[in-house]
């Protein structure tokens, strides 16, 4: 049974730090991988997917990596900023499966300090 | 932009009663999915629905009914509401099996059951 995790839990910087957040993930047998972020209290947005076949994908601040081999996914934030606080998601789409469905880690509540 | 639009913000709901959660899409999607996210335990699959009339249980179906009669609606239905059903609850979309398949997440609907 395919299981993610994301550590830290919890992370708290500085303003203008540059960060990493982690995704493992148990089943290398993926379609792709997301990142998404989420505001207290609001829904889910997407930032950045990751087919199986690619290594990374950037988006502005944003540098996401994958290494399907080893189960593990990267978030880089870069010259991170307080609007940049929110909890952020991985979630891995199982490969061989006729739908979409995503399975989600629990998440890193990311706080960035003035 | 797409757009996925959940009736309600917040829901109270007492115990035993029957409750409807409706979410709408406007990108002629044929993927539609229910979500429940609770502390610890992250994003929950509930249902899904790949087409008109079509579902499928994911991984925590009981206690919850579904309906899809058009295909921008999907519907989340609590037959007798208990107090562990308390919880947000989080619908998305993806298009159809081709391209990226981003899911896109309505704003949540929290519901508490007393």
């Known amino acids: 049974k395919q299981e993610v995790t994301q550590i830290p839990a919890a992370l708290s910087v500085p303003e203008g730090e540059n960060l990493v957040l982690n995704c493992s993930f148990t089943d290398s047998a993926i379609y792709n991988l997301q990142w998404f972020r989420q505001d207290p209290g609001k829904g889910l947005t997407s930032l950045l997917l990751?087919?199986?076949?690619?290594r990374e994908q950037t988006s502005g601040r944003l540098n996401a990596s994958l290494d399907k081999s080893s189960g593990r996914s990267t978030l880089y934030i870069a010259a991170s900023q307080p609007g940049d606080s929110a909890t952020y998601l991985c979630a891995v789409r199982p490969s061989g499966g006729a739908t979409n469905k995503l399975i989600f880690g629990t998440g890193t509540l990311l706080a960035v300090q003035p | 932009d797409v757009k996925v639009t959940q009736s309600s913000r917040y829901l109270v709901k007492r115990t035993g009663e029957k409750v409807f959660l409706e979410c709408v899409q406007d990108m002629d999607h044929e993927n539609m999915f229910w979500y429940r996210q609770d502390p610890g335990l992250g994003l929950r699959l509930i249902y899904f629905s790949y087409d008109v009339k079509m579902k499928e249980k994911g991984d925590i179906p009981e206690g919850y009914s579904v309906s899809r009669e058009k295909k921008e609606r999907f519907s989340l239905i609590l037959e007798s509401a208990s107090t562990n059903q308390t919880s947000m609850y989080l619908c998305?979309?993806?298009?159809?099996?081709?391209?990226?398949?981003?899911?896109?997440f309505g704003a949540g609907t929290r519901l508490s059951v007393l």
């Open positions: 990751i087919q199986s076949s690619q």
């Open positions: 998305a979309s993806s298009p159809g099996q081709g391209g990226k398949n981003i899911q896109y």
